[in-house]
């Protein structure tokens, strides 16, 4: 069953902090890795796409990476800033035409 | 904006009601989906379409109807929901079968069924 964990649940830091948000899932045959950023109630903004060949994407301040052997994506995010705090959601797409969505880590970055 | 647009964005509904939501994108994309994101939990995976063709129904009650009239199209067909199908319902598209490009989304439409 390819399933998708995230952890923390909940983050709060000081802005300036740099952090990681973590992204596990059970099927390394994952196709693509996504992070998306979600503010209440909103849909979903694509943050960062890493396919299955490589290993990380930078965007700005974000940086992603990829490890299929471990099963394991970071998002990283440096001199977080009160403007970062959302909903993070990562998912695996699949050849089977789904993407699998982690629960999300919901981050507070405190002025 | 995303280029995928979703229609209304607030939706309240009876028990006995019919309503649809609308989901619209121009980005040349030919795969489809919804997905139904309720307060705690992942988003789930409801219907797929890929050049208009329905390629997966994730389990979802005859009360959801899809319909897919063209590949910039998607409609979510309502009817005598209940109380617990309130949730926030995404539309997304992709440009290729496994998301090659990667998943663009709609800013949702948020259903309450009272």
């Known amino acids: 069953k390819q399933e998708v964990t995230q952890i923390p649940a909940a983050l709060s830091v000081p802005e300036g902090e740099n952090l990681v948000l973590n992204c596990s899932f059970t099927?390394?045959?994952?196709?693509?890795l996504q992070w998306f950023r979600q503010d209440p109630g909103k849909g979903l903004t694509s943050l960062l796409l890493i396919q299955s060949s490589q290993r990380e994407q930078t965007s700005g301040r974000l940086n992603a990476s990829l490890d299929k052997s471990s099963g394991r994506s970071t998002l990283y995010i440096a001199a977080s800033q009160p403007g970062d705090s959302a909903t993070y959601l990562c998912a695996g797409s699949y050849n089977n035409n789904d993407m699998r969505f982690g629960a999300g880590t919901r981050l507070t970055v405190k002025p | 904006e995303t280029g995928v647009t979703q229609t209304p964005r607030h939706l309240v509904m009876g028990m006995t009601n019919k309503k649809s939501l609308k989901c619209e994108q121009h980005l040349g994309h030919n795969a489809m989906y919804w997905y139904k994101q309720s307060a705690k939990k992942p988003l789930e995976l409801m219907f797929v379409?890929?050049?208009?063709?329905?390629?997966e129904n994730n389990s979802v009650p005859s009360r959801f109807s899809p319909e897919c009239p063209n590949s910039s199209h998607l409609f979510l067909h309502l009817h005598t929901l209940q109380p617990e199908d309130s949730a926030l319902y995404l539309c997304?598209?992709?440009?290729?079968?496994?998301?090659?490009?990667?998943?663009?989304f709609g800013s949702g439409t948020r259903l309450t069924v009272v």
């Open positions: 379409y890929n050049f208009k063709e329905q390629t």
């Open positions: 997304a598209s992709t440009g290729q079968q496994g998301g090659d490009y990667g998943y663009t």
């Open positions: 099927d390394s045959a994952i196709y693509n």
